[in-house]
């Protein structure tokens, strides 16, 4: 079964503070995974994906296959960083499947 | 920056009609989506559609759903007969030939009463 846990509804930090956004998927195969963001009140959008391994608005995650984990790192978080973000992984056929999303909200 | 639009964006309903929910998808794009998301709830794939026929379908998408591209413009998700259980945000998607990333519309909220 294909299944994408963020454990986590909320995050609070401050601003400069790092962050790190857990996501852990279940899949049998070879998943390509992804962190889509949602700004306020605008659609989802891809922040980053596993394969091409870039560092998106600061925002990093490393796949590793042995944890099943992608979590998406920030070093110094700011204002505009909050926002909802979502894990997803996509298996044969190129459907997404969703984590359940964390509010990221980053204080002054 | 070309993007997926759709509407409406808003539609109020009573149970037991029909809803039809538009999705113009990026126009070089050949692989296409519906998603929905329950308030409160995950975002759920329903059905993705490639060269003109259903590729793949969730659980959800029972006998009560249909997708169509009418046009070769138009990508539309028909909810034959809804119930109150169908109120949710809908999302289209597209991706492009490589297959890579997926382009969201900003979703259509629909509820039923």
């Known amino acids: 079964a294909q299944r994408v846990t963020q454990p986590e509804k909320l995050l609070s930090v401050f601003k400069g503070a790092p962050v790190e956004l857990k996501c852990n998927y279940s899949?049998?195969?070879?998943?390509?995974l992804f962190w889509y963001v949602q700004y306020s009140r605008q659609r989802l959008q891809l922040l980053l994906r596993?394969?091409s391994r870039e560092s998106i608005k600061g925002f990093t995650a490393d796949l590793n296959k042995g944890e099943t984990s992608f979590h998406l790192k920030k070093p110094f978080a700011q204002e505009e960083d909050s926002a909802m973000y979502y894990c997803?992984?996509?298996?044969?056929?190129?459907?997404?499947?969703f984590g359940a999303g964390t509010i990221l909200r980053v204080k002054s | 920056e070309p993007e997926v639009t759709q509407t409406p964006s808003h539609q109020v309903t009573q149970m037991g009609q029909e809803v039809i929910l538009r999705c113009v998808p990026i126009?070089?794009?050949?692989?296409f989506y519906w998603y929905r998301q329950i308030l409160g709830q995950k975002v759920e794939f329903l059905v993705s559609?490639?060269?003109?026929?259903?590729?793949?379908k969730s659980e959800i998408f029972d006998d009560q759903f249909s997708v169509e591209r009418p046009d070769g413009s138009n990508f539309t998700l028909k909810i034959r007969s809804t119930k109150l259980e169908d109120s949710a945000m809908y999302f289209c998607?597209?991706?492009?030939?490589?297959?890579?990333?997926?382009?969201f519309g900003p979703g259509t909220r629909l509820l039923v009463l």
């Open positions: 997803a992984l996509s298996g044969r056929g190129n459907k997404l499947v």
């Open positions: 899949y049998s195969g070879s998943p390509e």
């Open positions: 596993h394969i």
């Open positions: 126009s070089n794009h050949l692989y």
């Open positions: 559609f490639y060269n003109n026929e259903i590729s793949e």
């Open positions: 998607a597209s991706v492009g030939g490589g297959r890579e990333t997926q382009y």
